[in-house]
């Protein structure tokens, strides 16, 4: 049964011997030349599930991934709901900080980390999706991981997540350092083309 679907795959919903997973199928896009299309799915779908291998390795609480195929990647089915359709308290926030630090000390990017990523389950988050994640080094990948999240939730929910998020994160001054310059030119931008 499919349950969701983006902009590169769709996510169903299976049993396989009694055990909950979700299928990720990355589908083919039509208006792509074939072989470009088959060597863009392959791919991205093997970075996705060696990232997702790798966050479980250093104890980063994202789905287990059971198996990967050329285009498909099966994985545990999650409990709870979203962040993005839930309250959320200032400890759900303080745990939010703790895994993206968590994942940036790794040198991974998560390339999309609002609360529409975020599962809630009990006091426990899981951070899903990493379709648009890669290895990196760069403080302003980094930093816009930290600024997505900022412009999703309240001020005041923002400061305790970069509060701990600054606390566990190896480079977290620096990368903090990078998101400010990235909104004075943001800002500059907006004033310049008005």
Known sequence: ?????????????????GKPL?????EPKEYRIRELDI???????KREAR??????????????????????????????RLMKDSKHSAMTMKKVGRVLA??????????DFTPANVMLDGGDVMIIDFGLSDYSKD?????FDVLLM??????????????????????GGQILGRLAEIELRGRYQTRTLG
């Open 1 to 17: 049964m499919i349950i969701g679907e983006g902009a590169e795959a769709k996510i169903y919903s299976v049993d396989v011997f």
């Open 22 to 26: 979700l299928v990720k199928v990355r």
């Open 39 to 45: 060597s863009i799915r392959k791919s991205r779908t």
């Open 51 to 80: 990232i997702m291998d790798a966050l479980n390795r250093n104890n980063v609480p994202v789905p287990r991934i059971v198996a990967a195929g050329e285009f498909s990647i099966y994985m545990e089915r999650l409990s709870g």
């Open 102 to 111: 968590s994942i940036h000390n790794i040198d991974i990017i998560h390339g």
């Open 139 to 143: 403080d302003e990948q980094k930093a």
């Open 150 to 171: 900022k412009r999703s939730v309240s001020p005041a929910m923002y400061r305790i997540f970069r509060d701990e998020y600054v606390a566990r994160c190896r480079k």
